[in-house]
């Protein structure tokens, strides 16, 4: 057939070579005798031509034809997502109308216009994202996702009592490998159907929560937590540095988990073993994920045991590189944010969990001013209370306006950016993730746009920060594959989750008296 189709090209490249030929002939124009067509060697005469065609339907039959025609037309592709208003995140920031992304494998090929895509690709799965935006998938710049299962445990408390009083005692009691396997599960359920695909995680047990994760299809920067006391998987630091230097070498060069190093923070890890965490982390080129400057009395102790802030006392020490992503960076003053721009360090930030716990305001005019890249977390359920991306770039661009008494302080447009580009960029994974661009991993979401609180829609940055919501997500594609198809989840089993939570949470609150209404 596909030979049938190549010799019907050939009879058309003919007839308009013929043609030319014939009208530089009528002006006694000295014309080529004959034209060659790869092998085939044909007569500038067009009837022979027409001969041929005829023939070639006889052999092959027109409807076998015109099959093969778009057949050899087209390149096949995995996936493509199609008639969508298409939110690139691209250098241009293109807003492309009826666009559409083709994808081969985990990588997208080629966005354009549905009818370019369609034109140029068959897929073997289509999905018709009418009605709807397409945006790269979220990035969760930073939480804790086995503390989903200590959701409303403690609350309206400062940090420092929320954390001393009582998330470090139930997390005592409580954590183990099944803990952390169902939490992480009941915290990915929720950031899938709502948009998330990349996450960067700090806990215990992190060979459980990479498991889960790469089950799910989730796409996540998996820190091991190192911290100064017994915790839940090691008795001593020492433990904690083998077991994060084994989980470092299983995960290497996975497709969808990148393992880090995750020393708690300056309050709850000592000087040495922040300075291991770093060398672990070089030695094996490895994220290292650490929460920085973060409250008051950390700002304090720093000041008080160091004579330095937090970020100068980091530096000081050789923490401090452009593989590390701080958590919260709110305490800063101009030489901290200096600094960080200067090593290229990341910072994520988390509004709803620093409004709760009365923990502070992140300077981000002047970081993102300053060059540094900011992405946007949720941090645990246990603070937060949720794993909603939607309701952060809410509040971050709120609570930079009404901090500062500025609207314009802190942009819709930015905050998409510092919850997909830049915070990619604040992961160092901008070259793979962020954007909708030719190269990149196929991480998308496709976003409803049909409700009530999402008509009309004149700028859809403003739609996306301002008016949608988390379960307006109808479909999330990771590395190109559907983990949620038309809000079904793919990849994890629901009933069973949130079944396994209740239990969980039935025991914690006979054992460690929860409050309850």
């Known amino acids: 057939m596909i030979g049938c189709l190549k010799l019907h090209a050939m009879h058309l490249n003919i007839r308009r070579r013929s043609m030319v030929t014939k009208h530089v002939e009528s002006n006694n124009i000295p014309g080529p005798r004959k034209f060659m067509a790869g092998p085939w060697t044909f007569s500038r005469r067009p009837w022979q031509g027409l001969v041929l065609f005829r023939s070639l339907l006889l052999i092959c039959g027109l409807s076998g034809v015109i099959h093969s025609a778009r057949a050899w037309a087209t390149e096949h592709v995995d996936l493509a997502v199609v008639h969508a208003t298409l939110v690139t995140m691209d250098p241009a920031r293109r807003v492309l109308q009826d666009g559409a992304v083709a994808i081969q494998g985990d990588t997208i090929v080629a966005v354009d216009s549905s009818a370019k895509i369609d034109s140029m690709y068959e897929a073997a799965k289509v999905i018709d994202a009418r009605g709807a935006l397409v945006l790269p998938g979220l990035i969760n710049a930073h939480t804790h996702m086995s503390m989903s299962l200590f959701r409303g445990l403690a609350d309206d408390l400062s940090l420092d009592d929320w ?87 299983h995960w290497k060069g996975d ?42 009395f950390e700002i304090e ?8 802030t937090t970020v100068q006392y980091l530096a000081r ?10 958590a919260h960076c709110i305490w800063l003053d101009q030489a901290d944010v200096q600094t960080l721009a200067h090593f290229g360090v990341g910072c994520s930030y988390n509004p709803s969990s620093n409004m709760k716990t009365a923990a502070g305001l992140m300077p981000t005019a002047e970081l993102l001013a300053a060059g540094v890249a900011v992405g946007i977390g949720t941090d645990g359920a246990a603070s937060n209370n949720n794993q909603d991306m939607f309701e952060e770039m809410n509040l971050a661009a709120k609570q930079q306006k009404f901090a500062r008494m500025d609207p314009r302080a802190l942009s819709a447009v930015q905050v998409v950016e510092m919850a997909t580009i830049t915070g990619a960029r604040a992961l160092h994974l901008e070259r793979q993730i962020g954007s909708l661009e030719v190269g990149k991993k196929a991480d998308l979401i496709v976003v409803d746009t049909s409700a009530p609180h999402a008509t009309p829609m004149y ?21 190109g594959k559907p983990v949620m198809e038309d809000r079904r989840m793919l990849t994890l089993d629901e009933p069973a989750i ?20």
């Open 317 to 326: 020490i050789g923490l401090l590189g452009p593989n590390v992503l701080g």
């Open 301 to 308: 102790k720093s000041r008080q045991e160091h004579g330095l």
């Open 459 to 479: 700028n859809v940055y403003s739609a996306i920060v301002y008016a949608l919501k988390s379960s307006d997500v109808r479909t999330t594609v990771v590395g």
């Open 163 to 249: 954390l001393h009083k009582y998330i470090f005692p139930a997390e005592s009691r409580y954590v183990t490998r099944d803990f952390v396997t169902w939490s992480t599960q009941l915290s990915l359920l929720e950031m899938l159907r709502g948009g998330t695909t990349t996450v960067a995680d700090m806990y215990y047990f992190e060979e459980e929560v990479a498991a889960a994760t790469k089950a799910a299809g989730m796409r996540g920067v998996l820190g091991e937590t190192l911290i100064g006391f017994p915790s839940p998987d090691s008795k001593t630091p020492a433990d904690g540095l083998a077991y994060t230097e084994a989980f470092l070498k």
């Open 255 to 296: 497709p969808l988990i990148t393992p880090a190093v995750a020393p708690h923070a300056i309050y709850t890890c000592p000087e040495e073993l922040l300075k291991d965490a770093a060398a672990l982390a070089r030695s094996n080129q490895a994220p290292l994920l650490i929460h920085v400057a973060e409250a008051p």
């Open 498 to 517: 949130l079944a396994n939570a209740a239990k969980y949470a039935t025991r914690i609150k006979a054992s460690f008296g929860a409050k309850s209404n």
